[in-house]
């Protein structure tokens, strides 16, 4: 499937082989160098390739801005490869974090892994799961706590979803991951720890999501 990418790039000889390499195997690219750009064309592309050093504006202020208005699959492609700026990467709701210089083929397969989750995210699924006060509503991707919207990102919600569609019962932690990050969840285990807190921290409801020791989590109570 041709897929739309906005490349981010400020370095023009990387922009240009990618987008060489990328229309090569039938993806159309546009190609901006500056971050106020990517938030004036992202809304036209199916993918965005985020470099995080930007000549106008960081990279993961121009990430924040863009999850702020739209689901648009991200992919952070970056030469920073500190733990800090992947986790704040992923918490901001980068899809995938790559740190440079990235094989084309390992990109490729992580694109296709992105557009695919965003496909399934767009399917309307239309359960809502009540688990004591807490209200999740897979179509409307919305989750409740005691009445209030706790606000989950793209990640945290998706983590919770798989959680939830079988409640009370063992998922193991390959399987979340699988479901979740599909072909690249070898490279992004840890995320699913900083993940997992956050979404402990919004639930607020202790006990509620429990860690299995040596398996994985299960969503509801004994």
Excluded: C, N
Excluded at 107 to 124: E, G, H, K, S
Excluded at 128 to 151: C, N, S, T, Y
Excluded at 178 to 204: I, M, Q
């Amino acid at each position: 499937m041709a897929v739309r990418v906005l490349l981010v790039e400020d370095d023009a000889g990387v922009a240009a082989a990618l987008a060489e390499s990328l229309h090569a195997r039938g993806h159309p690219v546009t190609s901006v160098a500056r971050g106020a750009d990517a938030l004036h064309r992202h809304r036209a592309a199916d993918l965005v390739l985020l470099d995080l050093g930007l000549p106008d504006l960081d990279g993961l202020d121009v990430l924040r801005k863009i999850r702020a208005v739209s689901p648009v699959p991200v992919i952070v492609l970056t030469a920073r490869g500190d733990e800090r700026s992947v986790v704040r990467g992923l918490r901001l709701g980068a899809d995938d974090y790559l740190t440079k210089p990235v094989r084309l083929a390992e990109l490729l397969a992580r694109m296709d892994a992105v557009v695919r989750r965003a496909v399934a995210r767009a399917t309307p699924a239309g359960d809502v799961v009540r688990i004591e006060d807490v209200e999740i509503d897979l179509g409307a991707r919305r989750v409740l706590v005691a009445g209030h919207d706790i606000g989950l990102t793209t990640k945290e919600f998706e983590i919770l979803a798989v959680l939830a569609a079988r409640p009370g019962t063992a998922v193991s932690r390959q399987q979340l991951m699988d479901e979740v990050w599909g072909d690249a969840y070898l490279a992004v285990s840890r995320s699913l720890d900083v993940h997992l807190t956050g979404l402990r921290a919004k639930l607020d409801r202790p006990g509620l999501l429990t860690t299995i020791r040596g398996f994985g989590y299960r969503l509801g109570r004994d």
